[in-house]
């Protein structure tokens, strides 16, 4: 017997998912998706030119879309009656809205965009926006099921984070049929000091030295300090949402979850990607892509991005078109050091992992492998380190309207960033 998923690319039929009893996974493009003109494939893993894909490429691309939290897997899965480790079986449920263009829906249940509303929504209450955000946080920390989170949608990475639609008059909904979420919000977990405040001002920073970056703010939910970041995979087209397409560069390079980090899982590194980037379809997507990438691993290199793994790095396909996505999940460590820690990088920079003994020279190995001229990564490098502690401090005038805990952590933020060997202050 074989279970089968309807796979749709922003309304449009492109393939179907199915599973054996026996575990077998497989991906098949639909004929008619195939001879499209300007069709996207799903990810670079599983290219148009290849009608079927089977589980070494299919399994990690599945599993990263959905939340890598054992504890929150575990609660999604129990809440379905499925089990954690079957992907295929958790999408089924939660496979209306997830990263990037793709819909995944049980065979004969439901349609695609195309026939269905893009602008139906159910407004939420302050109040039931709270209750979400504290539902999360339980499922994520203890794996307590959230049953009471709103929409059908599948959010990767390890933090606590919900999905949700801001309307046009700026209140929080929860989308129905084929309508997308637009926003995503993370309360702030127990761990690390206000780390809301952190990611936040560290995407700041990121926008104001110039890089393209997604766009967040930090909101109070009652008690519940959330950041909020704007999903650049959505659109507001012709007063129609849509899906754009994206992949991380793990689910690209058909990389488990469980191997992100190079450090410490064995993941990729900077060759890999330099690798994948040699090989895109168009030729002038290639250096493009690499310069995008080293720009985003230079800036998490300068200002310590300790989880600057390589899920966090994504891009945006449009036919044969790839390019860099926006930055998204940055932050900081340095408001977390001690002067008994080490803190290393999530990828090898040159030959050393450790941020401390990362200099100019590291820097130059990473852009050449990347196929990066050393004049112009050099002149970057130096741009960033020069105006990285001006953005930050930017980024914390910014907050002083904030709660009183955030504006006032901002300070300390800035002071930690001042200490950063790479930073330079004037």
Known sequence: MTDTLTVYMDGVLC??????????????????????????????????AVAEHRKRVVLPYLDGLITDNPAAREAIARR?????????????????????????????????????????????SDAEVVSQLRAVLD???DGRSAENVA???????????T???????????????????THILKPLAGGYRRLDVVEHMTMRAAALVGLRVAASSVQMFADVPTIVIERYDRELRDGRWRRLHQEDLG?????????????????????????????????ADRAAAAWGFYQGLMFNTVIQGTDAHIKNYSVLLDATSVVMAPLYDLATFAPYRSSDTQTYS???????????????????EAARQLGIGADQASEFLAGLRGGVLGAFEAARDELRSADAGA????????????SLPLVERA
Not at 349 to 361: L, M, N, Q, S, V
Request: glycine letters at 12%.
């Open 15 to 48: 393939g179907h998912l199915t599973q054996a009893v026996s575990g077998d996974l497989r991906f098949t493009y639909a004929d008619s998706y195939r001879s499209r003109s300007g069709a996207t494939p799903i990810s670079l893993s599983m290219p148009l």
């Open 80 to 124: 379905f009656g499925v089990s954690a480790g079957n992907p295929f079986a958790i999408l089924a449920h939660i496979g209306e809205d997830v990263a990037g263009a793709l819909q995944i829906i049980p065979e004969g249940h439901g349609s695609s965009d195309a026939d269905l509303g893009r602008g139906r929504y159910r407004e939420l």
């Open 139 to 141: 499922e994520y920390r």
């Open 151 to 161: 929409g059908r949608f599948s959010l990767a990475g390890a933090q606590p984070k």
């Open 163 to 181: 999905a949700l639609l801001r309307t046009p008059e700026g209140d929080w909904a929860e989308p129905l049929d084929a309508t997308p979420t």
């Open 251 to 283: 689910q690209a390079l058909a990389i488990s979850p469980d191997k992100k980090y190079q450090r410490l899982d064995g993941g990729p590194g900077v060759a890999n990607v330099a690798h994948l980037f040699r090989g895109l379809p168009r030729v």
């Open 346 to 364: 999530a990828m090898r920079i040159g030959k050393e992992y450790r941020f401390e003994a990362i200099g100019h020279k590291q820097c130059m």
């Open 407 to 418: 504006a006032e952590f901002a300070t300390a933020v800035v002071e930690s960033v001042a």
